[in-house]
Nanobody, 123 residues
Framework: QVQLVESGGGLVQAGGSLRLSCAAS????????MGWFRQAPGKEREYVAA????????NYADSVKGRFTISRDNAKNAVYLQMVWLHSEDTDVYYC????????????????WGQGTQVTVSS
């Protein structure tokens, strides 16, 4: 099992940047695929990005491609989401998630979730 805790959310003006972090517990972090998702009230959880165990495979949703960068540091049991050129449409609760083996884009394919961190972009 792995436990996940997100941090780094906050209020930022449109055009600004934020870096989200997700700290993972456990000694097997490097064996998990890590993903970022986001969700607004009343809406389905939306895929943002995912990264494979050794960072060889990285995938982004079209809506964030070119603006968000996912990375991980297996030595620190952490995954990050660097966000630049934020829009008001990026306002959501952001979650990190973990699963075994392969990169997937559906939230239903992820087994472990953090509690989320709020990102608010003011226009």
């Amino acid at each position: 099992q792995v436990q996940l805790v997100e941090s780094g959310g906050g209020l930022v003006q449109a055009g600004g940047s934020l870096r989200l972090s997700c700290a993972a517990s456990g000694r097997t972090f490097s064996t998990y695929v890590m993903g970022w998702f986001r969700q607004a009230p009343g809406k389905e959880r939306e895929y943002v990005a995912a990264i494979s165990h050794g960072s060889i495979q990285i995938n982004y949703a079209d809506s964030v491609k070119g603006r968000f960068t996912i990375s991980r540091d297996n030595a620190k049991n952490a995954v990050y989401l660097q966000m630049v050129w934020l829009h008001s449409e990026d306002t959501d609760v952001y979650y990190c998630a973990a699963r075994r083996y392969f990169v997937r884009v559906s939230s239903q394919d992820y087994d472990y979730w953090g509690q989320g961190t709020q990102v608010t972009v003011s226009s």
